[in-house]
């Protein structure tokens, strides 16, 4: 019962603030139009929770109402969401030397961690970035592993401007077509932020688990083939 009020108390005060940001997105958008979706989608894109659903939805109810065209508003917001993108980019590129490889243990993050991460955006890299641009919260952070993994850039530039550029036209797109009810399905798109956010938390805690069984089954040796990241992704 405890962790159930806990858990709720959580989500409200979760609510409340991403209410507020709401509220702050739609009075720049609305004070300083096309401007005003740029400053707002690029620190989006690099780690600040703006919610891009506020933005570009109150961007699409400005549409409807003639202040500028659905291409503009889409094209801005997918020119700034690829700005803050390369932001992101860069710390996780150059945060790798200074953070992870210099103070690797201080975050649990061993050579073979970094060598995994490399192995898997080689291979996986190009769709986990283009599909992540279409989830809530999972889009803001993908950046930082890219750089950390050392993603080709030009590769990393095009797909995340391809990935962002549907997500951005649904949303303006559904804030056209709403006009005055908007509103409405802002607040709806909260319960699809906190549905990813939950599928995260299960998704760790299943490798987590995994992984101590697998560390149990083996005897835990480091460095072998008991190594949490290999054994977790390996089969």
Same mark, same amino acid.
């Given at each position: 019962? *405890?962790?159930?009020?806990?858990? &709720?108390?959580?989500?409200?005060?979760?609510?409340?603030?991403?209410? !507020?940001?709401?509220?702050?997105?739609?009075?720049?958008?609305?004070?300083?139009?096309?401007? %005003?979706?740029?400053?707002?989608?690029?620190?989006?894109?690099?780690? +600040?929770?703006?919610?891009?659903?506020?933005?570009?939805?109150?961007?699409?109810?400005?549409?409807?109402?003639?202040?500028?065209?659905?291409?503009?508003?889409?094209?801005?917001?997918? $020119?700034?969401?690829? $700005?803050?993108?390369? +932001?992101?980019?860069? +710390?996780?590129?150059?945060?790798?030397?200074?953070?992870?490889?210099?103070?690797?243990?201080?975050?649990? $993050?061993?050579?073979?961690?970094?060598? @995994?991460?490399? !192995? @898997?955006?080689?291979?996986?890299?190009?769709?986990?970035?283009?599909?992540?641009?279409? &989830?809530?919260?999972? !889009?803001?952070? *993908?950046?930082?592993?890219?750089?950390?993994?050392?993603?080709?850039?030009? !590769?990393?530039? $095009?797909?995340?401007?391809? %990935?962002?550029?549907? @997500?951005?036209?649904? &949303?303006?797109?559904?804030?056209?077509?709403?006009?005055?009810?908007?509103?409405?399905?802002?607040?709806?798109?909260?319960?699809?932020?906190?549905?990813?956010? %939950?599928?995260? +938390?299960?998704?760790?805690?299943?490798?987590?688990?995994?992984?101590?069984?697998?560390?149990?089954?083996?005897?835990?040796?480091?460095?072998?083939?008991?190594?949490?990241?290999?054994?977790?992704?390996?089969?």
């Amino acid at each position: 019962m *405890i962790v159930l009020t806990l858990k &709720l108390s959580a989500v409200l005060v979760l609510a409340s603030v991403t209410d !507020r940001l709401a509220e702050f997105a739609t009075n720049v958008v609305g004070d300083l139009g096309l401007p %005003g979706i740029f400053l707002l989608m690029t620190p989006e894109s690099a780690g +600040i929770p703006i919610p891009s659903e506020a933005t570009m939805l109150f961007a699409g109810f400005n549409v409807s109402k003639g202040e500028y065209s659905l291409v503009a508003a889409v094209l801005v917001g997918t $020119v700034a969401n690829l $700005v803050g993108s390369l +932001i992101a980019y860069a +710390i996780g590129y150059y945060g790798r030397d200074e953070l992870l490889v210099k103070h690797g243990k201080f975050f649990h $993050v061993s050579p073979s961690h970094l060598a @995994w991460g490399d !192995r @898997w955006f080689a291979k996986y890299g190009d769709v986990a970035v283009f599909f992540s641009r279409m &989830l809530p919260v999972i !889009r803001t952070f *993908i950046s930082f592993p890219a750089g950390a993994a050392r993603m080709p850039l030009g !590769r990393f530039s $095009v797909l995340t401007f391809l %990935g962002a550029l549907p @997500w951005n036209f649904g &949303l303006v797109l559904a804030g056209k077509v709403a006009k005055d009810n908007w509103t409405d399905i802002k607040a709806q798109l909260h319960y699809v932020d906190y549905t990813v956010v %939950g599928l995260v +938390i299960v998704g760790f805690l299943y490798l987590v688990v995994r992984w101590r069984r697998n560390r149990s089954d083996s005897g835990g040796d480091a460095g072998g083939p008991s190594d949490p990241v290999a054994v977790d992704l390996a089969g």
